[in-house]
């Protein structure tokens, strides 16, 4: 008989229209209540974070999807038998949008307690600082848009994801010179 986690600690991942995330995730929200089932469905999340992006020249904030065409549920799915609650089952497959349960076809897997733990401070700590948006790789030729070298082109050697910081080697009195710009400042050639 399979081990069945306490029905808060039941997560699963449930696969989704891409594109359609936020949509799924408020139709289950309102359904849920709609049809009391505040019992058996806890949480639904759309993991995201919000990213800097230079659009025109102006830095703007978006928030972009850890994982487009999914979403995380918190919900009571198992027995404690191992058995599917067919009112839990059949309210998440028959939902607009929704494509199915991740694991196999016809028997969800809950994620570990700590991929959960790792999600969720992922989703705080992302939430809470905004991130520069990288489109960019290493060998791209870029030019600059800003600052002392605006209008020189070169090739991204390194990237720091974290802090948005580009090494691009641009091209200073006839010498490839490594200058470090943040993100917005370049865009492609």
Do not use: C
């Not at 699963?12 to 891409?18: Q, W």
């Not at 998440?92 to 733990?117: C, N, S, Y």
């Not at 290493?138 to 802090?163: A, L, N, R, Y």
């Amino acid at each position: 008989m399979p081990v069945v986690p306490e029905p808060k600690k039941q997560w699963y991942v449930v696969h989704v229209l891409s594109g359609q995330e936020k949509r799924v995730h408020d139709r289950i929200r309102r359904e849920a209540e709609a049809q009391e089932m505040g019992d058996y469905i806890f949480d639904v999340l759309v993991p995201q974070e919000r990213v800097e992006e230079n659009r025109r020249g102006k830095k703007i904030e978006t928030k972009r999807k850890f994982y487009p065409g999914y979403i995380i549920v918190n919900m009571h799915l198992f027995e404690e038998d191992g058995g599917l609650m067919d009112q839990t089952w059949y309210f998440i497959k028959e939902m607009d949008g929704v494509i199915g349960f991740a694991g196999t076809k016809d028997r969800p897997i809950p994620m570990r307690q700590r991929e959960v733990d790792a999600m969720l401070s992922q989703i705080n700590e992302r939430e809470e600082n905004i991130r520069p948006a990288i489109t960019f790789d290493t060998g791209d030729s870029v030019k600059v848009g800003d600052g002392p070298f605006e209008g020189q082109t070169g090739v991204i050697e390194e990237i720091d994801h974290e802090t948005g910081k580009i090494l691009v080697s641009v091209n200073i009195f006839g010498r490839a010179t490594p200058v470090e710009l943040e993100a917005w400042q370049i865009e492609k050639e």
